[in-house]
């Protein structure tokens, strides 16, 4: 059920059969109202498709355009902290999570150790360290964040066990990470080099991902065998990990295309295997079992909410690519240079003429900076910075919605939490 794809959802100010409040949720659950469905179908029965811009009405657009709003590239404006220093947690809890990290990366080596292994344990470490320790703990944090938010009565060795389960999400995201940046042939990662461009490393990155992703195994089995959750969680990381390569597939493959050829639809799939699941589903499913809670009905809502959280995530990545500032984001964006399906792509395409399609054509997926340049200016005169402010707020005004409307036993403070937190980032 493609339950994420409200995110595009026309705002309800312009339905002419918008549901009251108290039915709006039964509805969702039965299927979402997506403007890049309307669009998609619109471009096979008439030629209204061009009247939408990114998921808005072109009219809104226009009209929001010359009101000159202070929103425009409201995130480059925004040089708040990075997200994963703003999630509620206490000092004292953060640096309690960095300082397990000590544990984390004993134990791992340690395991190493015992298949005569003294040379990799020690490169781990290695690894461990230039990579794991640098990460925003976005991920780990949330998922600390929300097992407190389930639990009322939390003991040491419990909080301890969230925050263990934390880390497998760090090792995953590192996992990700690695692969991502030798795939992309990315230069920065988190304010420093990639562990890739490093002299002595090259692609021995490969095999240093795969160590980091089977350690998060070695962490489930040493610290949750005994408890009931165990399985669940197993499966889930599997699971998870699954669908997010199948998430990275598309994205490659869909980079050696031509942009003529990206669809809403298309960067919607993309988004929702790559980011969604493993950056937003994934922690707050675990938590939730870890905690103990099985109700599947608050399970299908938790992951509809985090889908499209995750989407919003997910276009704010992409114009952060384009339009963030590298001293802010900590990394050189090269999602032009790469010929990615990002959302600006997408939209461009929709929104531009047949000469501004042709420049597309001509310098989109080029690695020359007056080809690059060139494409960011067609952007700006096209209005997608504007349009994604627009876009940003409507976003950011449903999904609370939908949050608010969840059942018991969904997390709605921790939803809240991070949309909050994500709106208008800059990092």
Same mark, same amino acid.
């Given at each position: 059920?493609?339950?994420?794809?409200?995110?595009?959802?026309?705002p309800?100010?312009?339905?002419?059969?918008?549901?009251? +409040?108290?039915?709006?949720?039964?509805?969702?659950?039965?299927?979402?109202?997506?403007?890049?469905?309307?669009?998609?179908?619109?471009?096979?029965?008439n030629?209204?498709?061009?009247?939408?811009?990114?998921g808005?009405?072109?009219?809104?657009?226009?009209?929001?355009?010359?009101?000159k709003?202070?929103?425009?590239l409201?995130?480059?404006q925004?040089?708040?902290?990075?997200?994963?220093?703003?999630?509620s947690?206490?000092?004292n809890?953060?640096?309690?999570?960095?300082?397990?990290?000590?544990?984390?990366?004993?134990d791992?080596?340690?395991?190493?150790?015992?298949?005569?292994?003294?040379?990799?344990?020690?490169?781990?470490?290695?690894?461990?360290e230039?990579?794991?320790?640098?990460?925003?703990?976005?991920r780990?944090l949330?998922?600390?964040?929300?097992?407190?938010?389930?639990?009322?009565?939390?003991t040491?060795?419990?909080?301890?066990?969230?925050?263990?389960?934390?880390?497998?999400?760090?090792?995953?995201?590192?996992?990700?990470?690695?692969?991502?940046d030798?795939?992309?042939?990315s230069?920065?990662?988190?304010?420093?080099?990639c562990w890739?461009?490093?002299?002595?490393?090259?692609l021995? +990155?490969?095999?240093?991902?795969?160590?980091l992703?089977?350690?998060?195994?070695?962490?489930?089995?040493?610290?949750f065998?005994?408890?009931?959750c165990?399985?669940?969680?197993?499966?889930?990381?599997?699971?998870m990990?699954?669908?997010?390569?199948?998430?990275?597939?598309?994205?490659?493959?869909n980079?050696n295309?031509s942009?003529?050829?990206?669809?809403m639809?298309?960067?919607?799939?993309?988004?929702?295997?790559?980011?969604?699941?493993?950056?937003f589903?994934l922690?707050?499913?675990?938590?939730?079992?870890l905690?103990?809670?099985?109700?599947?009905? +608050?399970?299908?809502?938790?992951?509809?909410?985090?889908m499209?959280i995750?989407?919003?995530?997910?276009?704010?990545?992409?114009?952060?690519?384009?339009?963030g500032?590298?001293?802010v984001?900590?990394?050189?964006?090269?999602?032009?240079?790469?010929?990615k399906?990002?959302?600006l792509a997408?939209?461009?395409?929709?929104r531009?003429?047949?000469?501004?399609?042709?420049?597309?054509?001509?310098?989109?997926?080029?690695?020359?900076?007056?080809k690059?340049a060139?494409v960011?200016?067609l952007?700006?005169?096209?209005?997608?910075?504007?349009t994604?402010?627009?876009?940003?707020?409507?976003?950011?005004n449903?999904?609370?919605?939908?949050?608010?409307?969840?059942?018991?036993?969904?997390?709605?403070?921790?939803?809240?939490e991070v949309?909050?937190?994500?709106?208008?980032?800059?990092?």
């Amino acid at each position: 059920m493609n339950m994420f794809f409200l995110i595009h959802r026309l705002p309800r100010s312009l339905l002419t059969f918008s549901p009251s +409040a108290n039915n709006l949720f039964s509805i969702l659950s039965g299927r979402y109202i997506s403007s890049s469905e309307i669009l998609q179908n619109s471009e096979q029965v008439n030629t209204k498709a061009k009247e939408r811009i990114g998921g808005l009405p072109s009219d809104l657009v226009n009209q929001k355009k010359l009101k000159k709003t202070s929103r425009t590239l409201s995130t480059l404006q925004n040089d708040s902290l990075p997200l994963a220093t703003r999630i509620s947690v206490s000092p004292n809890e953060s640096r309690d999570f960095m300082t397990l990290s000590t544990d984390i990366i004993r134990d791992l080596t340690d395991h190493a150790d015992k298949y005569n292994s003294k040379d990799a344990s020690t490169w781990l470490k290695k690894v461990l360290e230039y990579n794991v320790l640098h990460g925003k703990k976005f991920r780990g944090l949330l998922t600390v964040l929300t097992y407190k938010n389930l639990v009322k009565d939390i003991t040491t060795e419990n909080l301890k066990l969230a925050q263990i389960l934390g880390w497998c999400l760090e090792l995953l995201q590192c996992f990700l990470v690695l692969s991502d940046d030798i795939m992309d042939n990315s230069t920065t990662r988190r304010g420093q080099t990639c562990w890739h461009r490093l002299d002595n490393v090259g692609l021995i +990155a490969f095999n240093d991902s795969i160590m980091l992703e089977n350690g998060i195994y070695v962490l489930l089995k040493k610290y949750f065998s005994h408890l009931e959750c165990y399985l669940d969680l197993m499966h889930l990381f599997h699971e998870m990990t699954f669908i997010t390569t199948c998430g990275q597939s598309l994205d490659m493959l869909n980079s050696n295309k031509s942009v003529s050829t990206f669809t809403m639809d298309t960067y919607k799939t993309i988004a929702a295997n790559k980011t969604s699941h493993y950056t937003f589903y994934l922690p707050i499913a675990a938590a939730m079992h870890l905690a103990g809670l099985k109700d599947a009905e +608050a399970l299908r809502q938790t992951k509809m909410i985090a889908m499209e959280i995750g989407h919003f995530f997910q276009v704010q990545d992409d114009f952060l690519d384009c339009f963030g500032k590298p001293e802010v984001t900590g990394k050189l964006g090269t999602d032009i240079q790469d010929n990615k399906c990002s959302w600006l792509a997408v939209v461009c395409m929709q929104r531009a003429n047949d000469e501004q399609k042709a420049a597309m054509l001509e310098c989109y997926g080029k690695t020359e900076p007056d080809k690059v340049a060139q494409v960011k200016e067609l952007y700006k005169t096209l209005g997608l910075p504007n349009t994604y402010a627009d876009y940003e707020q409507e976003s950011y005004n449903m999904i609370k919605t939908h949050i608010q409307q969840t059942s018991r036993g969904v997390p709605q403070d921790t939803f809240l939490e991070v949309l909050n937190k994500i709106y208008q980032r800059s990092a």
